[in-house]
């Protein structure tokens, strides 16, 4: 209660290039519950989620891309109705064009790098109710 909470990502990058190209970008997405009591960073705690990639390589149709990573929370607080908040984090779409299912192309070239950086950070400050879930998707 009472704890800034920061969203974030992990990112690691490998590849390969013979023939062709083709770059692997994992995030490993994270939860820091941070202390007003103790501002120092290392006394935060880190919580860690599931792993996952987009692939991309110069071969046509073989690209594996991350469109979007959007943020889902469930709180509850004594007294009062359960709440989710919803963030985008990330959307290489554009919110337009979910809703009308009208995408243009996107092209995304293993050059192009990762979609989320290190510094990709999401902070709700003095989170204050109880946390029943957090899904990144």
């Known amino acids: 209660m009472g704890h800034p909470l920061t969203i974030g990502n992990f990112v690691t990058q490998s590849g390969i290039s013979a023939i062709f190209t083709s770059v692997t970008n994992t995030y490993t997405p994270y939860l820091r519950i941070g202390d007003d009591a103790f501002p120092e960073p290392s006394q935060?705690?880190?919580?860690?989620?599931?792993?996952?990639?987009?692939?991309?390589?110069?071969?046509?149709?073989?690209?594996?891309?991350?469109?979007g990573l959007f943020l889902d929370i469930d709180t509850a607080s004594v007294?009062?109705?359960?709440?989710?908040?919803?963030?985008?984090?990330?959307?290489?779409?554009?919110?337009?064009?979910?809703?009308?299912?009208?995408?243009?192309?996107?092209?995304?070239?293993?050059?192009?790098?990762?979609?989320?950086?290190l510094s990709d950070l999401v902070t709700l400050a003095r989170f204050?109710?109880?946390l029943r879930t957090v899904h990144c998707g």
């Not at 860690?48 to 390589?57: D, N, P, S």
């Not at 064009?97 to 990762?114: F, L």
């Open 79 to 117: 007294g009062l109705a359960p709440t989710t908040v919803e963030k985008t984090l990330f959307d290489r779409i554009g919110y337009a064009a979910r809703q009308s299912g009208v995408v243009s192309n996107i092209n995304i070239t293993p050059d192009s790098g990762p979609a989320i950086s």
């Open 128 to 130: 204050t109710h109880e």
């Open 44 to 67: 935060d705690q880190v919580i860690t989620g599931q792993q996952y990639q987009e692939v991309l390589t110069d071969l046509p149709l073989s690209s594996q891309v991350l469109t």
